[in-house]
Antibody, heavy 120, light 107 residues
Framework: EVQLVESGGGLVQRGGSLRLSCAAS????????MSWVRQAPGKGLEWVSI???????YYADSVKGRFTISRDNSKNTLYLQMNSLRAEDTAVYYC??????????????WGQGALVTVSS | DIQMTQSPSSVSASVGDRVTITCRAS??????LAWYQQKPGKAPKLLIY???SLQSGVPSRFSGSGSGTDFTLIISSLQPEDFATYYC?????????FGGGTKVEIK
């Protein structure tokens, strides 16, 4: 069974840093496209970042230069390092898998989400 | 960036009703469109990928169509468990973008 479990969320001051983790089971993170998507309280979904199976990465302009997506193949875990956090980064952060992204372009499995709150 | 515009933003419907949600892209995205369902406090769930392909395990009352800039999600006969918010997402180019959501409420 495919499962994604996020951790690392919490309360952080503006300008601070936080690292989210997403532990995967039932599949291999490095063989799939993996992404982070966030949702501010009461708002819609916003794509944050993606890492290709080949290792390439893309970021939303709103986080470029501040956030870094990475993975640890030995731990089968995806990460999101978030630096210089702003109030507008407050959201639930979901990790998501895109199996066969090149032909589907969609995220078929999602974690339960991790809440990040940035205080000012 | 490609803007995704969903309509309506909310719809009130009864069990058994046919519900239609539309999604318009600001530029052509071929068939690179997915639909998700999200219930309060839960993660999104993939319903449709590549505009019209039904994700495994999703009931056949859900269907998607369209290509280019205009897309449609249809729920043929609304069930109690379908009351939720629905999002479209384009995967034609980065940054990936989502529509603003359509909340399907009980009439």
């Amino acid at each position: 069974e495919v499962q994604l479990v996020e951790s690392g969320g919490g309360l952080v001051q503006r300008g601070g840093s936080l690292r989210l983790s997403c532990a995967a089971s039932g599949f291999t993170v490095s063989s799939n496209y993996m992404s982070w998507v966030r949702q501010a309280p009461g708002k819609g979904l916003e794509w944050v970042s993606i890492v290709y199976s080949g290792g390439g990465t893309y970021y939303a302009d709103s986080v470029k230069g501040r956030f870094t997506i990475s993975r640890d193949n030995s731990k089968n875990t995806l990460y999101l390092q978030m630096n210089s956090l702003r109030a507008e980064d407050t959201a639930v952060y979901y990790c998501a898998r895109a199996e066969d992204y090149d032909s589907r372009g969609a995220f078929d499995s999602w974690g339960q989400g991790a809440l990040v709150t940035v205080s000012s | 960036d490609i803007q995704m515009t969903q309509s309506p933003s909310s719809v009130s419907a009864s069990v058994g009703d046919r519900v239609t949600i539309t999604c318009r892209a600001s530029q052509g995205i071929s068939r690179w469109l997915a639909w998700y369902q999200q219930k309060p406090g839960k993660a999104p769930k993939l319903l449709i990928y590549a505009a019209s392909s039904l994700q495994s395990g999703v009931p056949s009352r859900f269907s998607g169509s369209g290509s280019g800039t205009d897309f449609t999600l249809i729920i043929s006969s609304l069930q109690p468990e379908d009351f939720a918010t629905y999002y479209c997402q384009q995967a034609n180019s980065f940054p990936l973008t989502f529509g603003g959501g359509t909340k399907v409420e009980i009439k």
